[in-house]
């Protein structure tokens, strides 16, 4: 079984200032690791997604991330942060040996302040 | 290409009554996967679906059911409501199976239980 933890339920940061978004995990198999974002009244959009070779990942937005498998983290970043990121983001890992069924952390919300 | 469409967006029901949500997945895609999401548990797999054919289900009660046609759209059903089925409802659609695979998600459909 699979589970993962975002350790921190709200980050506050100011516009234009860096942000991460932590997010550690636990299996007994090898993962996908995700992050997703979900803006008000919406579903959830991909940010980025790590399956295998590099470990830092680029996604949309600004975003990327990190896999470190000794520490099972996978840390979201942005350098620069807008108002427009003003969202809620959660971090999923998918079992490697086939079954689709993500789970997901908590989420993280993200809230930008001018 | 249209998103992952689902209906309803909003419905009220009352305690005992039994609802039928709708997901259309995007076109070519054959795996539809559901989730719900609550201020208190999260987001929970509920059950995925690939070519008819019900293929992985979480953790959820009986009164949890759905099915999916030959055109890949499913359909989730929950009878007896309780108040904690109070949630928003997601289904997600990808191209196959695996836990490589991206799932694309609905905006939702998000039952109030009176």
């Known amino acids: 079984a699979q589970s993962v933890t975002q350790l921190d339920s709200q980050v506050p940061v100011f516009e234009e200032a860096p942000v991460e978004l932590r997010c550690n995990y636990s299996?007994?198999?090898?993962?996908?690791l995700f992050w997703y974002v979900q803006y008000p009244n919406q579903g959830l959009q991909l940010l980025l997604k790590y399956l295998s070779g590099s470990t830092l990942v680029k996604g949309i937005n600004g975003f990327e991330a990190e896999f470190n498998k000794s520490q099972t983290s996978f840390h979201l970043r942005k350098p620069s942060v807008h108002i427009s990121d003003t969202a809620e983001y959660f971090c999923?890992?998918?079992?490697?040996?086939?079954?689709?069924?993500?789970?997901f952390g908590q989420g993280t919300r993200l809230t930008i302040n001018p | 290409k249209a998103g992952v469409t689902q209906t309803p967006r909003y419905l009220i029901k009352t305690r005992g009554q039994q609802v039928t949500l709708s997901c259309s997945p995007i076109s070519g895609h054959r795996s539809v996967s559901w989730y719900q999401q609550t201020p208190g548990q999260g987001l929970q797999f509920l059950f995925e679906y690939f070519s008819e054919t019900q293929r992985n289900k979480g953790n959820f009660p009986g009164r949890f059911s759905g099915r999916q046609f030959s055109n890949s759209r499913s359909e989730m059903n929950v009878s007896t409501l309780e108040l904690g089925d109070s949630a928003l409802y997601l289904c997600a659609s990808s191209e196959s199976l695996g836990g490589a695979n991206v799932l694309t998600f609905g905006a939702g459909s998000r039952l109030t239980v009176l």
């Open positions: 299996s007994s198999v090898s993962v996908y």
């Open positions: 999923a890992v998918s079992d490697r040996g086939g079954a689709q069924k993500l789970v």
